[in-house]
């Protein structure tokens, strides 16, 4: 039975790599994957899906204005949809991925972030947190050894970034996992300092 599937992590928690590995895996037993990803995503080019170990391969740019239902009856048949960068689809996307996997039994896998760098849902996580069928965390971990869940943007001097527009596409260069005691805390003597 098919199935709309996110599966969410903090920066560096291996989303990508875990993508391509799926990915991967069906076209080891001989079906036909149609990968996609956001435009919005450019940091490694346009259509290229890449992990930070290394692992890469092409997909389909999808722009906010397209209609994934109709690219997809464009694209030919394929067994399986995967998305790196989920987040970044509209919430009407959302929904026409939901179709396929209704109307078409077409399983869609989701990768992506949950939240931004101030803990707040993008809006295509959000609608994936309300239409997915199996929701799964993919962990890592903060500096001190807890579960990491806030994407930190980190400014100059190392400085915990708390105001900016809601993208801003970066690496390890501009984000890093933490736990939310840790970023509080950092935040918090960031304002200290600044006071003082």
């Not at 391969?57 to 209609?67: F, L």
Request: contains cysteine.
């Amino acid at each position: 039975m098919a199935k709309l599937y996110f599966k969410y992590g903090a920066m560096g928690s291996s989303k990508s790599a875990q993508a391509l590995i799926t990915k991967f895996n069906y076209e080891e037993l001989g079906m036909s994957v149609w990968s996609i990803k956001p435009s919005v995503d450019t940091r490694d080019g346009a259509d290229v899906i890449r992990s930070r170990i290394g692992l890469e391969a092409r997909a389909q740019i999808i722009t906010p204005e397209q209609d994934i239902v109709e690219e997809y009856r464009r694209a030919g048949r394929h067994d399986v949809i995967i998305s790196d960068e989920a987040q970044f689809f509209t919430p009407e996307q959302i929904d026409q991925l939901r179709f396929l996997v209704d109307e078409d039994s077409m399983p869609v896998l989701c990768f992506g972030l949950r939240t931004d760098f101030l803990t707040h849902f993008f809006p295509g996580s959000q609608r994936l947190m309300e239409l997915a069928d199996s929701i799964t965390e993919i962990k890592t971990v903060c500096a001190c050894g807890r579960k990491a869940t806030v994407n930190a943007r980190i400014g100059e001097g190392g400085r915990i970034v708390t105001s900016g527009g809601q993208i801003l596409l970066g690496g390890n260069d501009s984000y890093v996992a933490m736990c939310h005691r840790c970023w509080k805390k950092k935040i918090r003597e960031q304002s200290e300092g600044a006071e003082a």
